[in-house]
């Protein structure tokens, strides 16, 4: 059984064992609920696979999103006629921008990327001060189309959940259908063997860093808009949840193995914990070491997949 | 005669300078030092300030600040008010220890040093004007929620972490009182940790396991915008009510939408009126700073120091749809 399938399997265990808690917690409308407010989880998580996939790891797209969605915030505050849609794709840009500086400090200047986005997170942080002087954008200077668009309906789903929708296809079209998405998978591989493909493993990290910045500046308008309220700490601490959620998900941290299945399985299985505790009642400190007890056990399931595979190259080996 | 003439001048110039000095001399400065400048709260204290001093006749307010904020900028700016010799300082201060030694030099030079709304250590003031008290607090967040349920109902507390000190002294505060306000039930406290996303779904949360939830009460203002815009977003506005400590300009929206019928918060203009009254009182003599003692607010009644001279001014002023357009600009 893949990988994927045994994730999926816990994550339906998971859902069941919450709902004999909380019978409601199953129904249909609560699981679209589930996934709307996972939404931005996975569509971060999708764009941490591809740098994790080529062996490196961004850390600062937590950071990316508060800054980028406080430019959103204090663009519409400042010009609300502007149009949503090229708002969306403004922050789209700032993200794509933020994350090349990444990009270019690890393809460039060969700067260990933990490193790099290290200093990025807190630099971003500390850009949100500098442009707001500390001071938050509340709902009522927002515009109403700003904050209708992650709620408004589609087909009975918000936007939000449509908006990470189609992240998930373009994201599994680039992985499985495009030159770049294999060499993503290439260079954190094997970056060595990568380069002998002609696969330019510099620039192939630098696109990486470049598509997940953008998605993080996408999530930036959506956090925003989604609670209504832009200050300097949103989303702190949030790409600890998007690392947890690709190692949950199977995408190896040494590179080179993941899918975007893993990915999105992997977010879920964080936004269920996240959605289950607050209605089992049980108390908060017992709350944090359930969600990194799943957290590891998750991982050691995975380790032992990856383990497993292993042992039966060998023993073909043997038997051969 | 030319020389007479001269003299003759000079007593008048004299005369004059006597005429004037008393008025002067009258016309007491109190000095309102804030964190920094060109911030909303402060101007509103600063108005409170004047409407004081108007009331008291004879008082001229100074209204400054770093214009940063940092300890050194306030050192700077009062230090220059040493110079001035102003009659009073009430500061509001950016670090309770590094103001000390200047706030202590003002004292020697006979100048009445308060501080109010942010405190400055025991040694570098007269007393401390606290804008409430934990009590108050708590009684205040709960009768919010009371008064609009005149039916009594089953509500929640959205907290910050599990381990604010401040939350968990209001929450207990709030606990005590509880008994006081009949049918009001407290079903749950549930901890947000001041992040947007976790007290949104905490308020999700509450909303679907306790379908007869009538009111959450969140005394945090990241808390108290969530838990509005989850009932919002729940369809749920009127339905259930929001309250608890927030700032009007955050709050402002979900007033409008109908999610959050009243909040509270400290009332910046009467915190600037009742640091200028209590200035007041202590420059002219009219009052000492004594553990146990009284010092007169004007409109606002007085105020009872306790062991570290300090007090609270009132109960935390409540917004509402009535007030809360004055006040969304100011902070």
New interface residues.
């Given amino acids: 059984m893949s990988r994927d399938a045994i994730l999926a399997l816990a994550l339906i265990a998971m859902i069941g064992l919450v709902s004999v808690r909380f019978p409601g917690f199953a129904s249909p409308d609560s699981l679209l609920g589930v996934f709307n407010d996972t939404s931005i989880l996975i569509i971060l998580a999708l764009g941490q696979m591809a740098v994790v996939l080529t062996r490196c790891i961004d850390l600062s797209m937590a950071s990316n999103l508060a800054l980028t969605g406080m430019c959103c915030a204090m663009l519409n505050a400042a010009y609300p006629q502007l149009p949503i849609v090229l708002l969306l794709v403004v922050a789209m840009l700032i993200g794509a921008l933020l994350g090349s500086i990444n990009g270019v400090l690890v393809w460039k200047l060969d700067i260990p990327p933990i490193v790099v986005t290290l200093g990025t997170l807190t630099i971003f942080r500390g850009v949100i001060f500098l442009i707001s002087d500390g001071q938050w954008v509340n709902a009522h200077e927002m515009s109403p189309a700003f904050k209708a668009l992650p709620r408004a309906e589609v087909l009975g789903l918000p936007m939000l959940s449509w908006v990470a929708l189609i992240c998930i296809a373009l994201m599994y079209f680039v992985v499985t259908r495009t030159p770049q998405g294999r060499a993503f998978f290439a260079v954190g591989g094997n970056p060595d063997a990568a380069v002998y493909t002609g696969i330019d493993v510099g620039r192939t990290r630098f696109n990486a860093f470049v598509l997940s910045g953008a998605l993080s500046g996408i999530c930036g308008y959506l956090w925003v808009s989604r609670y209504a309220v832009a200050y300097v700490d949103i989303a702190g601490g949030f790409e600890l949840d998007v690392v947890a959620a690709c190692v949950i998900g199977g995408i190896s941290i040494a590179g080179g193995i993941g899918s975007v299945a893993g990915a999105v399985l992997g977010a879920l299985f964080l936004g269920v914990i996240k959605n289950a505790l607050p209605v089992v009642n049980i108390s908060p400190f017992w709350q944090q070491a359930i969600s990194g007890a799943a957290i590891i056990i998750a991982v050691v399931f995975n380790a032992r997949a990856e383990r497993r595979s292993g042992r039966i190259i060998l023993r073909q080996a043997e038997t051969t | 005669m030319m020389k007479k003439s001269l003299k003759v001048l000079s007593a008048a110039v004299v005369a004059g300078t006597l005429a004037i000095a008393p008025a002067q001399a009258e016309d007491m400065r109190i000095a309102l030092v804030v964190k920094a400048l060109g911030i909303g709260f402060f101007e509103a204290a600063a108005k409170g300030a004047e409407e004081a001093a108007a009331e008291l006749g004879g008082v001229e307010i100074i209204y400054t600040g770093p214009t940063d904020t940092t300890a050194e900028g306030q050192i700077e700016v009062i230090n220059s008010l040493i110079a001035q010799k102003v009659d009073a300082i009430a500061v509001s201060a950016n670090d309770q220890d590094a103001l000390v030694p200047a706030l202590k030099k003002a004292m020697t030079r006979g100048i009445t040093v308060i501080s109010w709304d942010s405190g400055v250590a025991p040694e570098g003031r007269q007393m401390h004007l606290n804008p409430s008290s934990n009590p108050l607090i708590g009684n205040m967040i709960v009768k919010m929620a009371a008064d609009h349920l005149p039916d009594g109902g089953d509500v929640a507390v959205l907290s910050a972490?599990?381990t604010a000190t401040n939350q968990n002294i209001w929450i207990e505060e709030m606990n005590k009182v509880v008994g006081n306000y009949p049918g009001i039930n407290v079903v749950?406290t549930?901890?947000g940790d001041?992040?947007?996303?976790?007290s949104?779904?905490?308020a999700?949360?509450?909303m679907?396991?306790h379908p007869d939830l009538k009111a959450i009460i969140a005394p945090t203002s990241v808390g108290i915008?969530?838990a509005a815009?989850a009932v919002s977003?729940a369809g749920k506005a009127g339905e259930i009510l929001v309250t608890g400590l927030g700032l009007p300009?955050?709050m402002?929206?979900?007033v409008?939408s109908g999610a959050s019928k009243s909040f509270a918060i400290w009332n910046p203009i009467d915190l600037g009126y009742a640091a200028t009254m209590i200035s007041y009182n202590l420059a002219k003599g009219d009052a000492e700073a004594t553990a146990g003692g009284e010092i007169g607010m004007g409109r606002l009644g007085a105020v009872t120091l306790g062991e570290s001279l300090d007090g609270a001014m009132a109960d935390p002023f409540v917004y509402d749809s009535s007030n809360i357009a004055d006040f969304?600009d100011i902070f």
Avoid: C, F, I, P
């Avoid at chain 2, 001041?194 to 976790?198: A, G, M, N, V």
């Fill in positions: 972490s599990a749950a549930v901890y001041d992040l947007s996303d976790k949104y779904r905490e999700q949360g509450l679907s396991s915008v969530a815009q977003d300009s955050e402002a929206a979900h409008e969304k």
